[in-house]
């Protein structure tokens, strides 16, 4: 383990941070208690974060350092520095997951009848069935690319795998070097006949390199793949005219990014490495770092693990988590009720996955669509699958007349060639597509619906905390609230006026808004804390993220924590806050919470002296969130609904099996279970959306009494909120 090192004792390093959030990712994987396919699809979401974090996170270093940038973030590394950090924290993380995957994952597999083959171990019946399926299937596809003076070096697409064939002419001696794409065209894994077994596509044709170099003789051949830069960049000086052509030519251009990483097969030979980095330095633009051997990895025998995914939906139940059936909201349960009558009695707030997304989020936007009462609907989309209800929904309501305007987010990173194509789509339908602001991306899960009613126009909202995805809301744990409040309408009215239209918004009644209102409102909450607990009233901060970088913020809490604020911070991924330094942050704690589905939440909850106030929304407390991206997180003022989410804090605090503490120094210690039993956060959930009882928002913690240092409460004062805080066992 390496500390995530900082010079500034306050802050931890953001991207070392972000891997050791993958390290968790990764220890899931490796923990005997995950059922075997859960342990394959954590390998391939490790692998498939860290491609991600070269192609982005790493990549952005090295620019830095190429530019010779000086300026470092708040923990005082420099751009070489971290480089230095991740390379040495990633090489070992790799080394645990090629230990987990040869000695481990593939044996278990193998022991229940899952087998990754190589020809070699085939029989001749299989042998004879996968040469007809390279002879008809595989073989038409390749192109064998000679390198030499009169062939140069083939350009490289991001992320595919390659062969380095080694040859020698018999005729002529010499050796010559070859370069075959293995097809992201056809399956990774080749179905050999016998049941679940399956030859990786690279080997098979590794196994008939004759066929493609016939009469030269093969010395070797090697998988290698490249990781290039594939951000996007987008001035925010200067306001495009045409927001979708400059992104569609960036996303032309990042195929021609630099290469940050190459992995090469475990084995590959010192020449073959330095070959290909010469002909790699060759082909970059001369203003970059140049590659050297700290961009040379050797992940293992098998390269880009994140290819397990379809492995790990193979089917054997037992060896998986049991399927999760979604709760109907109780208010919804009655299908001949319009949803609109519904919510007009009582908002709705659902949790999902727990709660049915299909039977409330996708029945809002299709109700909408088919109401005839229904005047306009307005959405957000940042990411979403495109042909799923909710697209389809607003095409319909199109094509019936409705006036539907749909915010797309053309630079949701890696979405944006899907969201171009069901833009477009929804745009040949009549939808009034737009694409934001200039310099901000509009990451806010937002729909407004109008309706005309016998009293009166109404607006009727959804304010999430997820993407409009049918496909994520079943992994992802995120709220949102159906409502038909006045001033909350009025305000999301406000937005999307904003974002369509010319608007230079500074005041909103309910909601906090980002970049208008929304920092300046979260250091209010947290300096009113401060100053409760200065007076003597105590203080008390609850506050679910995905994660927590802004200064400011950071700043604030060591101030509130100075003061005795009791704070609790969940924060799934980045966190640059030290927590439990003395003097500084000796009442901050931090957990993060890895396990079956994707803590993706935001809730906030601050004391206010036994008058808590609770918030939930699409924003992080990032620089980005605050700063650079149109965001909304709404104030929960419905007493149940208090109760509720009061419900999801207490829960995530009292995990034992998911929850991990974060330590001063960076590292996180995993939390186990005690004599009192395990208490998991998501089978908790899984038992009952809100606990007991759905309606009355109750619910049961075990109260076991804790060790000193792990207090939750605030000295000299019971804790308080609309149901009494338990305390909790580390």
Request: aromatic share 8%.
């Amino acid at each position: 383990m390496i500390p995530l090192a900082s010079k500034d004792p306050g802050y931890l390093n953001r991207e070392l941070s972000w891997l050791e959030f993958n390290a968790r990712v990764l220890h899931e994987a490796e923990d005997e208690r995950t059922p075997l396919l859960e342990r394959v699809k954590f390998l391939a979401i490790f692998s498939s974060n860290l491609d991600e974090f070269f192609m982005v996170r790493v990549a952005g270093l090295r620019r830095q350092l190429s530019a010779g940038v000086l300026q470092t973030p708040p923990d005082g590394l420099t751009a070489a520095e971290q480089l230095d950090l991740i390379d040495l924290r990633v090489r070992e993380l790799n080394a645990r997951a090629r230990t987990l995957l040869v000695e481990t994952l593939l044996p278990a597999l193998a022991g229940i009848g899952v087998r990754l083959l190589q020809p070699q171990e085939l029989q001749p019946d299989e042998r004879a069935t996968l040469e007809t399926y390279f002879a008809e299937s595989i073989f038409p596809v390749l192109t064998p690319l000679a390198v030499d003076p009169g062939h140069p070096f083939p350009y490289i697409s991001n992320l595919s795998l390659s062969l380095a064939v080694e040859l020698r002419d018999p005729e002529r001696g010499d050796v010559r070097f070859a370069r075959v794409k293995v097809p992201k065209s056809l399956p990774r894994w080749v179905p050999t006949g016998r049941p679940n077994s399956f030859v990786p596509l690279e080997a098979l044709i590794t196994s008939r390199l004759d066929a493609l170099f016939p009469g030269m003789q093969v010395l070797g051949c090697y998988t290698f793949r490249l990781t290039r830069y594939s951000d996007l960049e987008i001035s925010h000086t200067e306001e495009p005219e045409d927001l979708l052509a400059m992104i569609e030519e960036q996303l032309f251009q990042r195929r021609f990014g630099e290469v940050v990483r190459l992995e090469v097969q475990e084995g590959t030979p010192a020449h073959i490495k330095d070959l290909l980095l010469d002909e790699l330095r060759a082909s970059e633009a001369p203003e970059m770092a140049p590659l050297s051997a700290r961009e040379v990895h050797e992940p293992g025998p098998l390269l880009d693990a994140s290819d397990l995914f379809p492995l790990s939906g193979l089917e054997f139940p037992e060896h998986r988590e049991p399927p999760l059936i979604p709760h109907v909201p109780p208010e919804l349960r009655d299908t001949t009720r319009s949803i609109f009558d519904v919510v007009r009695e009582n908002e709705i707030l659902v949790h999902h996955p727990f709660d049915s997304f299909g039977a409330s989020v996708e029945t809002f936007i299709e109700s909408a669509a088919r109401d005839e009462h229904v005047l306009a609907i307005k959405i957000t989309l940042y990411r979403t699958s495109g042909d799923g209800a909710i697209v389809q929904a607003l095409t319909e309501a199109a094509q019936r007349g409705k006036q539907v305007a749909v915010l797309v987010e053309l630079q949701a990173r890696f979405d944006e060639v899907n969201n171009i194509a069901w833009a477009r789509t929804l745009e040949s339908f009549g939808v009034h597509v737009v694409y934001g602001l200039p310099g901000l991306k509009t990451h806010t899960k937002t729909a407004l619906v109008v309706r005309k009613e016998a009293d009166a126009i109404r607006r009727y909202v959804h304010i999430g905390t997820g993407n409009y995805n049918t496909r994520t809301a079943r992994i992802y744990t995120d709220l949102g609230l159906i409502t038909c409040d006045e001033a909350i309408g009025a305000d999301v009215s406000d937005l999307f006026n904003a974002l369509t239209g010319y608007s230079r918004q500074t005041q909103y009644r309910r909601l906090l808004v980002a970049p208008v209102n929304m920092r300046a409102r979260i250091l209010e909450l947290i300096a009113r804390e401060t100053e409760h607990a200065r007076a003597g009233r105590g203080g008390r901060i609850i506050a679910k993220m995905n994660a927590i970088v802004d200064a400011e913020i950071i700043g604030a809490l060591y101030e509130a924590s100075r003061a005795d604020v009791q704070v609790d911070l969940i924060v799934r991924g980045i966190c640059c806050l030290r927590p439990g330094v003395d003097g500084l942050s000796e009442n901050i704690r931090v957990i993060s919470i890895i396990g079956r589905f994707l803590e993706h939440s935001r809730v906030w909850m601050f004391d206010n002296v036994g008058e808590p106030e609770y918030y939930f929304g699409s924003a992080d407390w990032m620089p980005r969130n605050l700063d650079r991206r149109v965001e909304v997180v709404t104030p929960v003022a419905n007493p149940t609904f208090k109760r509720r989410l009061q419900t999801v804090l207490e829960v995530c605090l009292a995990d034992n099996r998911q929850a991990w503490d974060l330590q001063p120094d960076g590292s996180y210690v995993q939390r186990h279970p005690g004599e009192h039993g395990e208490r998991s956060t998501h089978r908790m959930l899984l038992r009952d959306s809100w606990g007991a009882s759905r309606e009355s928002g109750a619910f049961t913690v075990d109260q076991s009494p804790l060790r000193p240092d792990q207090s939750r409460g605030v000295p000299g004062r019971p804790p308080s909120s609309s149901a009494a805080f338990p305390v909790f066992t580390g």
